[in-house]
């Protein structure tokens, strides 16, 4: 039986160096050829809320966890339609430099990475037990990734590599072994790399040399967000419905007005004869933004 | 890992830069745009909506790595289970001796055989002791260099150790000591295929664990204080007075602690390097310096990571509830202990209360 438990999910404070953000803009829901797919610049628009003297914590300094503002670019949100976008962990592309056992610990597999050949902004993570929990997936040589495969890091530290002879032959044999303070090159162990005790000799596949992988944190769950920039939405039939509304008898100018009494639309009203003075047509004709503003609901009803 | 949805509707009600307030003639008159015109309004047909922004939330599934697992040590060292040592003296210098050093009491040894051979030419000798038993063996007198083989024959394999000798025997210094060792396997992929043992090698010299390790440790002792129980009755002595300050309570062979001082306001005290202070208002406050993780409390291992204990945050705890009583109608129980306890506050704490003692002015 339990002695407890345990919940595992946790308000993220993740910073947005750490964010990936993918737009994909389509104007209707049934145009699918002509979407337009972006990134955007998260350490820019994402911003985490930050604790207030209400909050508790150490206002504006300690994160506030969970909550995140994203701002919209009006570069990009310049039209009506959906926005679809995509919250995923940064992923830091890199080299596998090789893949080797421990020296002292020759059971422990793992894959060796030369921070050189990671991006400059990410190269922070390769620290000892930086990159703990991070997730690796595998590219193939054609660049096309590796589906539904992916390995954990269990364990990173700086390493150097040792080298012994082997028997009957001039080739070398690597090993790694860790080192304390600054090292190009890093140890990762993954899981799983042990093989199954009913075959032991499957030795579960963490990669090979120069195979370039992505390496992505795990610090928050991706998540999408659907923008609509709409013309209308209920609120706008609410007003058209029950919104306060005037018409003007003299010049035919029909006004529908907000909860709060601004002008929402305002219409021409006026009839269509024909030479016998029959009524043919009654139109309402929008005045876009030639609005007559003496026809505000102040002026009308006071 | 969970995946979160969100979507939100912007529309010309939810936002402010759709309305334009004018002044009509002094009244303030607000009006709405089309939505359409907002979004492409602005400078090379940017928004107008520039200050749009999203409110949301991002959470993390965390699951626990898990511990982890420190080597256990439980190895072998390679020049225990097959291995041999030789000898030769200057008055006889062609005369060597070998001693079967290969691990004698090995349960999985006990189908081995081995065999030596001298590497003269000569048949191969079966050995059958171990050390300090021996084998001599005379080889020819010339000056030559000959490779001693130990042959161990498994039902796994077959595993040779050679080292190699110099005749005349002439006290030189060694090379190689511990020989080269090779493990031919009788099955499997590296069937016939000699393996090296040779593991440790002139790389990998330190492979100890405390040169690894950082030492990153406070140097400057910060305090620790807090209130707790009052533990002066571990000083009580006997006889009169009960408390005298500046003279040590000897307790488990070692100085257990001291009074240091007594006044109107509260006692202070020291046990086990702790200060006390009990006041009169009946509180007591300790002190304490710390300085965190110290090489003194922190064990270097290896570790490893076992994935079977990913997500499993601690090791396995054994908590029994059984309490095996000796016999409370031993005659000798008492006595028995009586000799755990050191001093009167041993005697009062012991057991919670094993001992029924009576405070008597």
């Known amino acids: ?302 | 890992m969970s995946q979160d949805y969100y979507k939100f509707i912007i529309s010309p009600e939810n936002v402010e830069a759709d309305l334009t307030v004018v002044d009509y003639r002094g009244v303030p008159v607000g009006v709405y745009s089309g939505m359409s015109q907002l979004v492409s309004s602005g400078p090379r047909g940017t928004s107008l909506l520039t200050g749009l922004t999203l409110t949301f939330l991002i959470t993390q599934t965390a699951y626990d790595v898990g511990y982890y697992s420190p080597f256990d040590g439980a190895v072998l060292q390679k020049d225990v289970v097959t291995n041999f040592i030789f000898s030769s003296t200057t008055e006889n210098p062609y005369v060597y001796n070998i001693y079967n050093t290969s691990s004698e009491f090995q349960k999985f040894l006990e189908l081995s055989a081995y065999v030596v051979d001298w590497g003269d030419g000569s048949a191969k000798q079966v050995i059958t002791g171990y050390t300090p038993n021996s084998l001599s063996h005379t080889y020819p007198t010339a000056s030559k260099q000959y490779t001693i083989t130990l042959q161990q024959t498994n039902p796994w394999g077959i595993t040779n150790v050679s080292k190699t000798i110099t005749t005349p025997y002439t006290k030189v210094v060694i090379n190689n000591p511990n020989g080269e060792c090779f493990f031919t396997p009788s099955g499997g992929n590296w069937l016939q295929t000699p393996v090296s043992y040779d593991y440790i090698f002139s790389g990998d010299a330190v492979n100890l664990v405390e040169p690894q390790t950082s030492k990153n440790y406070v140097t400057v002792p910060y305090t620790i204080s807090g209130i707790t129980k009052s533990r002066i009755q571990e000083l009580k002595q006997y006889g009169e007075p009960k408390f005298q300050v500046g003279v040590p309570v000897v307790a488990n062979g070692q100085i257990w602690g001291a009074v240091t001082d007594i006044n109107d306001v509260y006692t202070a005290y020291t046990i086990t390097e702790i200060n006390y202070y009990d006041y009169n208002d009946g509180t007591t406050i300790f002190f304490e310096p710390s300085s965190g993780f110290t090489e003194y409390n922190l064990t270097a291992v290896p570790i490893t990571k076992e994935e079977v204990l990913l997500r499993v945050i601690d090791q396995p705890q054994i908590q029994s509830d059984v309490f095996v009583e000796r016999g409370k109608n031993s005659a000798y129980e008492r006595v028995q202990r009586l000799g755990e306890v050191d001093n009167l506050g041993d005697m009062i704490n012991y057991g919670y209360g094993f001992f029924n003692v009576e405070n008597k002015a």
Request: with cysteine; aromatic share 12%.
């Open chain 1, 1 to 302: 039986m339990a002695i407890g438990s345990y919940g595992t999910i946790r308000p993220s404070d993740v910073s947005p160096e750490d964010v990936e953000i993918i737009m994909n803009y389509t104007p209707t829901r049934d145009v699918t050829d002509a979407f337009v797919l972006t990134t955007l610049d998260a350490q820019t628009l994402l911003k985490p809320y930050f604790n207030n003297t209400e909050t508790g914590g150490n206002s504006g300094v300690e994160v506030l966890g969970g909550l995140y503002n994203l701002t919209l670019p009006a570069e990009q949100f310049n039209a009506l339609g959906i926005y679809t976008l995509y919250l995923r962990p940064a992923q830091i592309r890199t080299v596998i430099t090789d893949c080797g056992v421990l020296s002292a610990l020759p059971n422990v597999k793992g894959i060796v990475i030369d921070i050189n050949n990671v991006p400059t902004q990410f190269q922070n993570k390769f620290v000892p037990q930086g990159l703990v929990g991070f997730r690796v997936e595998y590219l193939n040589p054609d660049g096309s990734k590796i589906p539904n495969f992916f390995r954990v890091v269990t364990s990173c530290f700086f390493c150097e590599p040792v080298v012994t002879n082997q028997v009957n032959t001039t080739q070398k044999a690597i090993r790694y072994r860790y080192v304390d303070g600054d090292a190009n090159l890093i140890f990762l162990t993954l899981s799983p790399s042990s093989s199954p005790t009913n075959k032991p000799n499957a030795t579960p596949y963490i990669g090979q040399p120069d195979q370039d992988i992505i390496i992505s944190n795990t610090f928050f769950n991706p998540i999408t967000l659907e923008i609509d920039m709409v013309e209308y939405d209920i609120s706008s039939l609410a007003i058209a419905l029950y919104g306060n509304q005037t018409k003007s008898m003299d010049d035919g100018i029909y006004t529908i007005y907000d909860s709060a009494n601004n002008i929402y639309r305002q219409y021409n009203l006026y009839e269509i004869r024909d030479q016998f003075n029959a009524l043919l047509y009654e139109v309402r004709q929008s005045r876009g933004n030639n609005i007559d503003f003496s026809k505000n609901f102040t002026n009308i009803t006071s």
